[in-house]
């Protein structure tokens, strides 16, 4: 049987592409999550760290998790990606309010943001069709 992406015309290629992009971001980040919930010692050195208190670890894990099973639903893959992109947001603002570099932590919650648009893109002609990448054209003169 057809998947909705496939009978809308994306290509085996551009589909198997944004699955395996997108199996990665849902990997990193059910990773993540698991370590919050069950208050693993990285994820909770690493919370209080970052300033946060010990009582939010779990929360952010449940939250973190509850973004990436909408990601994985195709019926609200786009909601999930909208969330997992304002969680990754407030990662950024995080490493960027305690001073951490530049492209080792600030920028990597933008790295797996734009990765995880990046699956779902190839993945969903709908989105596709929501947003157009177009070649430039050039100007007649």
Not at 15 to 40: E, P, T
Not at 68 to 75: A, F, H
Request: hydrophobic residues 55%; charged residues 10%; aromatic residues 10%.
């Amino acid at each position: 049987m057809q998947s909705a992406s496939q009978a809308v015309g994306v290509s085996k290629a551009s589909l198997w592409a944004g699955r395996i992009i997108s199996a990665l971001v849902v990997l990193f980040m059910v990773f993540d999550g698991a370590l919050k919930v069950f208050r693993q010692p990285p994820a909770v050195e690493g919370t209080i760290t970052l300033g946060y208190p010990v009582s939010v670890v779990f929360p952010l894990g449940i939250l973190v998790l509850v973004c990436v099973l909408l990601y994985v639903i195709p019926q609200s893959s786009v909601l999930g990606a909208i969330l997992l992109t304002a969680y990754l947001g407030g990662a950024v603002a995080t490493h960027v309010r305690v001073g951490n570099p530049l492209f080792t932590h600030v920028l990597f919650p933008t790295y797996v943001g734009v990765l995880a648009w990046l699956g779902l893109y190839l993945r969903d002609q709908r989105l596709r069709a929501l947003i157009p990448l177009r070649r430039a054209v050039p100007e007649m003169t």
